[in-house]
């Protein structure tokens, strides 16, 4: 039987074109749901996010008891866990976008607007970019090499070195990819990264942290 995948809906993510991403990386259930219950049954958690880190926060916590499932199953249960775009920035422990945002507080950090000096660098950071992996103990064999599509204005400044797992490039290094235990967060979108995003999903399918 299928894993049981729950796509976080809490009106803040690129929904439909994750879903078929996952389904074309070969998941079976996909239940795309906001409901607490399900996503306490679920096997694997996928989190996607469009939008400001303030938006995105608050959509998630005005889900009654959705934040406590989450941390139920990811932080206590250990199933393997995926975070995207804003989804990956919620993990740190505030936004500074719109004024200062606690996050879920998963990843020690915060969020902050990519600030560049040079005309030639533009914001938000838009389009493809080299993904380079770093050395890594968790997750680390989930983000490969290669480009990816990224849509930001706002970059996770990671706390501890040892939860990055992945670094771009744009006016000076910015974090691309977060992993901690069963933990990984992208900060480009998988689902729109052709060939290269299906496989990190297809791996995040097979992940057994």
């Known amino acids: 039987m299928a894993e049981a995948i729950a796509l976080i809906d809490y009106g803040a993510g690129n929904l439909h074109s994750v879903h078929n991403a996952l389904q074309a990386a070969g998941a079976g259930h996909v239940h795309v749901t906001a409901d607490p219950a399900i996503v306490r049954g679920a096997r694997r958690i996928v989190l996607p996010g469009v939008g ?7 959509g998630l916590k ?32 505030r ?8 996050g879920l507080g998963w990843i020690a950090g915060e969020v ?8 030639a660098i533009k914001v938000p950071h838009m389009g493809w ?27 996770f400044a ?30 480009f979108h998988p689902e729109k990264s052709q060939a290269y995003g299906l496989g990190l999903l297809a791996r995040f399918l ?3 942290p």
């Open 129 to 155: 970019n080299d993904v380079m992996p770093m050395p890594h103990r968790d997750g680390a064999q989930l983000v490969e090499q290669g480009e990816a599509y990224f849509l930001h204005s706002y970059h």
């Open 206 to 208: 097979e992940w057994k």
């Open 112 to 119: 902050r607007a990519i600030e560049s000096t040079d005309p």
């Open 62 to 93: 005005a889900i009654p008891g959705l934040v406590e499932a989450l941390e139920d199953r990811v932080i206590h249960a250990g199933v393997p866990f995926l975070g995207i775009c804003v989804g990956m920035q919620l993990l740190a422990t």
């Open 52 to 58: 400001s880190f303030k938006a995105c926060a608050n």
């Open 158 to 187: 990671v706390a501890e070195g040892r939860d990055v797992a992945a670094m771009t490039d744009h006016g000076g290094g910015l974090v691309a990819a977060v992993a901690r235990d069963n933990i990984l967060g992208v900060q």
């Open 95 to 102: 936004g500074k976008e719109h004024g200062t945002t606690k």
